[in-house]
């Protein structure tokens, strides 16, 4: 039963917001956990950065110091790929790849958000601070769980460089 719950959940549709205002989600988000990628390995003080373009497209900036304390950034276009389902944001950083964006969570007021895959590969919590209290980590931890994301393998990402 524990296998064939586990692949149902790996394999199952996920979630999102319902609503999303893009202006309001615009500017920049601070990476709290993430779950290990290669894109992002030995990254820290890592943020996002978002920005509505006058075509409707999103324009995304990514940055975060290695750990041999070398800056690295990349630009990206993001989009919603379908009007009526907000949350699911498609961010394409290499034409003609492009990735699944999921907005599971996000707080009344824009100020911490749960995004992931619906592959569950991957996995964010971000904030517009540095820091998350760490009841809200906690409940974005179990809400992720319950969906099937391996949250043991979250990591936290530190915001202690000087930029």
């Given at each position: ?21 893009i202006d309001r989600y615009s500017g920049t988000w601070y990476e709290i956990y993430r779950l290990p990628n290669r894109f992002e390995k ?13 075509s409707g497209k999103i324009q995304v900036t990514n940055k975060g110091f290695k750990n041999d304390k070398k800056f690295k950034d990349i ?89």
């Amino acid at each position: 039963m524990g296998i064939f719950s586990l692949q149902s959940c790996k394999t199952a549709e996920l979630a999102t917001v319902e609503k999303v205002n893009i202006d309001r989600y615009s500017g920049t988000w601070y990476e709290i956990y993430r779950l290990p990628n290669r894109f992002e390995k030995n990254l820290n003080c890592v943020t996002a950065n978002y920005e509505v373009l006058e075509s409707g497209k999103i324009q995304v900036t990514n940055k975060g110091f290695k750990n041999d304390k070398k800056f690295k950034d990349i630009r990206g276009k993001a989009w919603v790929s379908d009007p009526v389902v907000q949350g699911e944001i498609k961010v394409q950083f290499f034409w003609p790849f492009s990735g699944d964006y999921y907005i599971m969570a996000l707080d009344n007021e824009y100020q911490h958000a749960l995004v992931g895959s619906p592959t569950r590969d991957y996995l964010w919590i971000l904030s517009r601070e540095p820091r998350l209290d760490e009841k809200i980590v906690g409940e974005l931890k179990a809400y992720a769980e319950g969906r099937g994301f391996p949250v043991e393998q979250l990591e936290k990402i530190e915001h202690d460089c000087d930029n």
